[in-house]
């Protein structure tokens, strides 16, 4: 019953170092979401997708890059990391009556 | 576009004693409103949801809420609090028909013995 699974859980990127967060889903979910938390800030959304080969921007979607090739899996990559982008990063997973599940969370700092 | 207020930040009780987290939210279409958990150092989990139907929806763990729509609310309820509710909670709110959550900033409840 793995559920949504995030690799790393933790990472330290120097400023310019790019990497890329995997997050994998067994649900056969079509719709898969990439949030970042930070505090007093809440969940905000940055990217998401809603089948195999697709993807779309959300609400902080600049310094972040997406692929979504096969329906399980949803990358999240960051080309050139900046301070600004440490957070803890949470993928998700839907099916069609928006309840989400999520997976336990990757934190990332940038120094 | 839809948005959600989370007026509280952070709300401390005792236990056994009643509490209300207050959300509302604003859109111009129906939306779909949802509850969630977060404990310290995980991933986020559902408590409750509302669809459509009755406007009183019980969850998880004996929280429940109540859809307003014409105070557009979905304050979350629970008449005795355990330690174990020591937590974060976030409201949600969606376009029906549409899968894009957007999220409130949380509010942090903190259960005193």
């Known amino acids: 019953n793995a559920g949504v699974t995030q690799t790393p859980k933790f990472r330290v990127l120097k400023t310019g170092q790019s990497m890329t967060l995997l997050c994998a889903q067994d649900m056969n979910h079509e719709y898969m979401y990439w949030y970042r938390q930070d505090p007093g800030m809440g969940l905000r959304l940055i990217h998401y997708s809603v089948g195999e080969g697709t993807t779309a921007k959300g609400e902080v979607p600049d310094g972040y890059n997406v692929s979504r090739l096969k329906k399980q899996n949803f990358l999240l990559g960051l080309e050139s990391a900046a301070p600004s982008q440490t957070s803890v990063y949470f993928c998700?997973?839907?099916?069609?009556?928006?309840?989400?599940?999520f997976g336990e969370g990757s934190r990332l700092t940038v120094l | 576009a839809q948005s959600v207020t989370q007026l509280d930040s952070q709300v401390p009780v005792f236990e056994e004693a009643p509490v209300e987290l207050r959300c509302n939210y604003s859109?111009?279409?129906?939306?779909?409103l949802f509850w969630y958990v977060q404990y310290p150092n995980q991933g986020l989990q559902l408590l409750l949801k509302y669809l459509s139907g009755s406007t009183l929806v019980k969850g998880i763990n004996g929280f429940e809420a109540e859809f307003n729509k014409s105070q557009t609310s979905f304050h979350l309820r629970k008449p005795s609090v355990h330690i174990s509710d020591t937590a974060e909670y976030f409201c949600?709110?969606?376009?029906?028909?549409?899968?894009?959550?957007?999220f409130g900033t949380g509010t942090r409840l903190l259960v005193s013995p």
């Open positions: 859109s111009s279409v129906s939306v779909y």
């Open positions: 949600a709110v969606s376009a029906t028909g549409f899968q894009k959550l957007v």
């Open positions: 998700a997973s839907s099916y069609d009556t928006g309840e989400l599940f």
